[in-house]
């Protein structure tokens, strides 16, 4: 659990059933689970650290490029190509309910904390926020600040931060009543919450990471010497926060310390392009997801 | 009466009666029994035959045919059987089924459902025999023959042979031989020798025993007829099974491929490939019918057969990296030799035909003609006969430098005059030598003073130019011909050029160079004031003279004001779109160098760059600056740039606060002012809002704008009283705005509207234009907030009533402008041709001048040009209509109120009033119809602006809402009082018709 702890840097587990690519590979909250979803249009639940699969969800009509869980495991989302972001039962696998509203394809989806309202992030440069209580098919609230398509989005207790091709980081503090607008000045393709709440990783088009203070809007490190030029990649930090872990385009994973910015550790996980990295909330693990097709389980 | 018959007009071809023709009838039949009938509730449907007689009836109806035609279908109707049995002739018991009983119909109907074997599956051609055969048995019985008794089997076979088949035994081909034997007989012979000497030769040939057979027989008849007659024999009776061997586990005669052929290829082709390798080879789709159209689309699954393939569905990932082929190298050799393994043998037996062997000697021989001899002397470049720069061999020795003459004018002309024929060719330096023979001033161009030094500007330019147009960018966005820039042109006119410009385009654009200016710039331009020195511009757009001329031009008129001239706007060859796009680069341009950080902050195209991003536009021309820069230095800018912070209000929505668990923090408070959408929206609105009486630039603009600004100026002229008349021309504006505004912006802009006119004080001439903007509607109220004297007491409609009978009064001025404000001001009356046919006649002069002016004022939308006065006058507009729209009810009740005052204002008016009025109510009630229909798509196109609109608008919400209840009032009176009239009025021109 300390800062020394080794990298995952060995190949647990393979996981593999999506066929094309696999566009995002999410941990559950408490790690035991892990999500995928994939352009065959399904969402898989896999259980990554005995590399078993459980369940798939089918109901999407085209690529799947998000997908989340609530903390208590109960409901899913995912979005896609098919411009609606679906709420699912986990258990039963249904489609509770359909979200349309947005214009194009969803990029990024989440639950907020009391999983009471999903916020997604379209392609059509708007922020929705869908009530999951109510009956309503109406967003909440729309946010159309962007200036171009949202990739990515983080939710704290209080505030929903938005990354977006336009170069901003906006934050929507919904206590203050602000919108924080950051601009990186280059496409962000995902943008990432330290665990400490307190920066956000930030992953440009530029072929690197930036970390941002949130207060300040400072930036704090530049992360280098991966690819990111084209494709929508992850990124993420490691539960201690000591590391910063970027997949790149050639199929390689990348270790920076936080600190200092210095590759740690960088190694080929797949042959193709990394979409997806997560790590787990509290162990030495992380899962990667590529457009080979396949998951790959990390364990120091 | 009569005249009223002859008013009658007939449409449309009348009805036949029904009793006319027995054909009506068939016809009749035949479109019920196509199903017109169908709708029909049943029990009103009619059941008839083909000749569209009543089949069903009750037993007493009918007459004659109801037993003919109902029961047993002969003349003599049904007649019973008589039952006779005897000893020598026993009746026999007939064994009834159910077919005895059924009408012909019926059988066909039963004989549907019958199982049978379809033909389509008679693999051994068995049934087709049988069906033939039966065929010809009963033409047998039906036509009688010489021969009695049906035909024999052997006489009577089916024809199941192909058309090739039976053409090739046409031909002479027998069947077991292949097609290659038929043997015409001299080249026969010659065979026949050739393998009786082989055979002599090597006796363990494989076709020993048959040619030994051959040989034996001796007959060259026999020989050949031997195989022909034996093979006859033996593949007439071969059933097809036997040639094509059943080896799948399909049903007989199942094909599984019917009505997909390329699958049966693709299984063959498979088949093939496992009986050739063994290991299975990877199918190569990549050509076939199965690879997916557009390589990109991930394989191994498709989207939904109701959606369709978008460029979503695209597999962006395929493009840099094959993950089919990324396991290569994994693999390594192994895989690659096995698949050169694979290429030779299908090389191998590609060109082959099974059973063949590939000739070692061809008869065929592929004609090759050698390859045309190149003259020695041969340059494979083209050369144009007028060259450009090929005048001057760049291989030339350059002249010796010479200092430049003492005059500076000369200097900088032999300059210009050196860089534009560099530019356009020595084609022009003859013809401004012929031009300026006389002018002392070019004698440079004769040998004159200064000629040694043109040469030595002339050579540098050309060897610049060469430079340049190694770049991409020179010379490919305009011909050539337009290069001439205003600088080079200014100089053959003899103006005082720019000092610095020109030795700022001769500077080569090396990045240092760029550099060290933009340092230089930097310093010298920390402040606006330097601004007043168009000497001294930045030159932002350096690779792009004419850019920057106008550029230049935009500069000195921003900061110096005063009118525009209408060419400035860009030349001519520029859309109006690449105007405004440039016009807006410009502006940006400007506030880079106006905040002094353009050495170390973000250069124009840049900024441009982000702003493409986010609009869709293209900047073409600027993007290519960024290669002047260099990337460190980039980088640095960047850095010291990013990340921004920029704050703004929101306001979560308050289900969103009770959904987070956290207080709104907006809560009981008014709704914000949305704020503008982008980069772009600020760009476009905040220099308008600053220079608010700035003139338009825009070309598009430029006619009716220039003509408003005539107007203006004359309504200033004229005082008080055309201040209405110029107010009416600006109605197509909100006209044009009521038609597109959305409703829920106008409940908003409701409240947020009288706190518009609170607006700071440096928008005073605004608001004197804004006064004049406003329609005469409101002029009262609005009146009251700009503290300008109105009477109180007047209705508004008699208000505007007045207004009207100036403008007449001033039409008589004989000042051709105001006649044709005049006829403007009416034309909105044009358009509600329901009135009396007389007006229709005189406004129907100008419906196209409507549609000009409506486009025109749309163009000044768009430009978004539009000053801030304007769009606050649009924006009440907007609201008034709206308003207008909605309570519409209630005018009706107030109208007859009202229209007894207008009663009472004068007659001779009249017409002129009701024209107005007329206009007025169109447009209520445009915004009643269009306005729901067209905002949807209006505010997409359009969000931008009415972004801007709103936030001006709305900007102040929280006061002064009396007023605008107040406010409200007016407008709701003024177009019931309008239609009231015009009601009125419509009635009495009927009444003048009929008389």
């Not at chain 2, 020695?376 to 470049?381: A, E, G, L, Q």
């Not at chain 2, 004297?789 to 039409?811: A, C, D, L, W, Y």
Request: aromatic share 8%; proline share 5%; glycine share 8%.
């Amino acid at each position: 659990m300390s800062s020394g702890a080794k990298l995952p840097t060995t190949e647990a587990n393979v996981l593999k059933g999506h066929e094309g690519g696999v566009l995002a590979a999410r941990f559950n909250s408490d790690g035991n689970y892990c999500l995928s979803c994939g352009k065959d249009g399904t969402i898989r639940l896999w259980n990554p650290h005995r590399g078993i699969h459980i369940k798939t969800y089918k109901s999407h009509g085209r690529q799947v490029r998000d997908v989340h869980v609530t903390p208590d495991n109960s409901k899913l989302t995912s979005c896609g190509g098919d411009r609606q972001v679906f709420y699912w039962d986990v258990a039963t696998g249904h489609v509770i309910r359909k979200f349309a509203g947005h214009h194009s394809e969803v990029n990024a989806v989440k639950f907020n904390h009391y999983a009471s309202v999903v916020v997604s992030a379209g392609y059509d440069r708007s922020l929705r926020v869908w009530d999951c209580r109510s009956h309503s098919t109406q967003p909440i609230q729309i946010m159309d600040t962007f200036s171009d398509s949202v990739m990515s989005l983080c939710l704290t207790k209080t505030e929903i931060i938005a990354g977006s091709v336009d170069g901003t980081v906006r934050t929507f503090d919904i206590r203050i009543g602000r919108e924080i607008s950051d601009d990186l000045g280059q496409p962000v393709n995902c943008i990432t919450l330290s665990n400490d709440g307190n920066c956000v990783l930030a992953s440009c088009l530029d072929s690197t990471l930036r970390l941002m203070d949130r207060s300040t809007g400072e930036l704090l490190q530049e992360y280098k010497g991966h690819t990111c030029k084209s494709f929508k990649m992850d990124c993420c930090l490691t539960n201690t926060d000591a590391h910063v872990v970027g997949g790149s385009e050639d199929g390689s994973i990348f270790f920076w310390d936080l600190v200092d910015a210095s590759v740690v550790s960088s190694f080929r996980a797949h042959s193709s392009v990394v979409t997806s990295v997560s790590y787990h909330p509290k162990d030495n693990c992380m899962i990667t997801a590529s457009v080979d097709g396949t998951i790959r389980v990390w364990k120091s | 009466m009569d005249v009223d018959e002859d008013d009658f007009v007939f449409y449309g071809t009348p009805i036949e009666r029904e009793d006319d023709t027995s054909t009506t009838r068939k016809k009749k039949a035949v479109a019920e029994a196509s199903g017109h009938l169908r709708t029909l509730v049943p029990w009103k449907q009619e059941v008839r035959d083909e000749e569209g007689r009543r089949r069903f009836h009750g037993a007493f109806s009918g007459g004659f045919s109801a037993g003919y035609y109902n029961t047993v279908g002969s003349k003599e109707g049904w007649t019973p059987q008589t039952f006779t049995s005897s000893r020598k002739n026993r009746a026999e018991i007939k064994k009834q089924s159910i077919l005895n009983f059924l009408d012909e119909d019926e059988k066909a109907d039963l004989d549907g459902d019958s199982l049978g074997t379809s033909s389509q599956f008679d693999t051994f051609g068995s049934t087709a025999a049988e069906l033939a055969r039966k065929q010809a048995e009963k033409e047998q019985q039906q036509r009688p023959s010489a021969i009695p008794g049906p035909a024999p089997d052997e006489i009577v076979l089916p024809a199941s042979d192909s058309i090739g088949v039976s053409l090739l035994l046409k031909m002479g081909w027998r069947r077991g031989r292949s097609i290659k034997d038929s043997r015409p007989g001299s080249l026969y012979d010659v065979r026949r020798e050739a393998r009786k000497a082989f055979m002599a030769l090597s006796s363990e040939d494989v076709q020993a025993p048959i040619s030994g057979s051959e040989l034996v027989k001796g007959d060259p008849e026999m020989v050949s007829e031997l195989p022909t007659s034996s093979d006859d024999q033996l593949f007439d009776k071969t059933p097809v099974y036997v040639l094509k061997p059943k080896q799948d586990m399909h049903g007989l005669g199942f094909d599984p491929f019917k009505d997909a052929p390329e699958f049966r290829e693709r299984k063959r082709s498979r088949m093939s490939e496992i009986k050739e390798a063994g290991q299975g080879k990877s199918f190569s789709t990549k050509n076939s019918l199965f690879g997916f159209k557009s390589e990109r689309i991930a394989p191994g699954f498709g989207i939904g057969a109701l959606e369709e393939l978008d460029a979503e569905d695209e597999d962006v990932y395929a493009s840099g990296y094959d993950f089919g082929n990324s396991y290569v190298q994994e693999i390594g050799d192994a895989t690659r030799l096995s698949l050169e393994d694979n290429k030779k043998k299908g090389k191998k037996e590609h060109g082959v035909l099974h059973g063949f062997k590939v000739a070692s000697v061809t008869d065929y021989q592929t004609e090759r003609f050698n390859p045309p001899v190149i003259p020695k002397d041969f340059v494979p470049i083209h050369v144009f006969s007028a060259p450009l720069e090929d005048t001057y061999k760049l291989a030339d020795s350059p002249p010796p430098e010479v200092s430049p003459p003492g005059d500076k004018d000369l200097k900088v002309l032999i300059e210009g005059v050196a860089t534009l024929v560099a530019r356009c060719g020595k084609l022009f330096e003859d013809l401004s030598r012929e031009k300026n023979q006389s002018n002392p001033l070019f004698s440079f161009l004769n040998g004159g003073d200064g000629h040694q030094y043109y040469l030595r500007k002339l050579w540098e330019e050309n060897q610049k130019r060469n430079d340049h147009s190694k770049q991409p960018f020179a010379g490919k966005l305009y011909p050539t011909e337009q290069k001439m820039t205003a600088e080079s042109r200014g100089k053959i006119l003899g103006e005082k050029p720019l000092e610095k410009s020109s030795s700022n385009i001769s500077s080569p654009a090396s990045s240092v160079a760029t550099v060290n200016l933009q340092v230089n710039l930097s310093d010298t331009f920390t402040k606006p004031v330097s601004f007043a020195e168009p000497q001294e511009v930045a030159k932002p757009f350096r690779d792009d003279p004419p850019k920057q001329t106008r550029f230049e031009q935009y500069l000195k008129e921003k900061y110096r004001g005063g009118l525009r001239s209408k060419e400035s706007g860009g030349s001519s060859y520029m859309s109006e779109a690449d105007r405004a796009r440039e016009r807006l680069e410009f502006e940006a341009a400007a506030v880079a160098i106006e905040k002094g950080k353009w050495g170390n902050e973000i250069t124009p195209s840049q900024q441009l760059v982000n702003l493409s991003g986010t609009t869709g536009l293209q900047f073409t021309s600027a993007g290519t600056e960024q290669a002047g820069v260099t990337k460190a230095e980039e980088e640095l800018i960047t850095k010291k740039l990013y990340p921004r912070r920029e704050e703004f209000q929101w306001r979560p929505a308050s289900l969103l606060c009770k959904r987070f668990d956290l207080i709104d923090p907006y809560v009981g408070k008014p709704p914000l002012a949305p704020r503008t959408r982008s980069k772009m929206d600020s760009l476009i609105f905040m220099p308008d809002l600053l220079n608010a009486d700035k003139p338009e630039e825009d070309a598009r603009v430029a006619p009716s704008q220039s003509e408003n600004e005539y107007n203006n100026k004359e309504a200033a002229l004229r005082g008080d009283e055309v201040e209405v008349e110029v107010e009416n021309v600006e109605r197509p504006v909100d006209l044009y705005k009521a038609i597109f505004s959305d409703d829920s912006d106008d409940e908003n802009e409701d409240s947020g509207l009288h706190k518009v006119e609170h607006q700071p004080k440096n928008a005073e001439a605004a608001n004197t234009t804004l006064s004049r903007l406003i329609a005469g509607d409101f002029l009262e109220s609005l009146g009251k907030e700009l503290g300008l004297e109105v009477p109180p007491e007047r209705s508004q409609s008699e208000h505007n009533f007045k207004g009207k009978e100036v403008t007449n009064i001033s039409t008589k001025d004989t000042n051709s402008s105001i006649l044709s404000v005049d006829r403007k001001l009416f034309m909105p009356s044009s358009a509600s041709a329901d009135g009396s046919k007389t007006e229709v006649r005189k406004d129907n002069l100008y419906p196209l001048e409507v549609s000009h002016d409506d486009a025109s004022r749309e163009a000044i939308g768009n430009s978004t040009q539009g000053s801030g006065s304007q769009k606050r006058g649009i924006g009440l507009f907007e609201n008034v209509f709206v308003k207008s729209r909605v309570d519409v009810s209630q005018e009706r009740k107030e109208s007859t109120f009202t229209g007894q005052q207008d009663q009472s204002s004068a007659s001779s008016d009249d017409e002129r009033g009701r024209r107005g009025s007329k206009s007025r109510r169109r447009k209520s009630r445009y915004s009643e119809g269009e306005t729901t229909d067209s905002s949807d798509g209006y505010e997409d196109r359009h969000r931008s602006r009415s972004r801007g609109r709103k936030n001006d608008s709305s900007r102040e919400k929280s006061s002064s809402r009396k007023h605008s209840k107040h406010h409200k009032h007016k407008s709701r009176r003024s177009p019931s009082s309008s239609r009231h009239r015009s009601k009125k009025h419509h009635s009495e021109s009927k009444r003048e018709k009929r008389k």
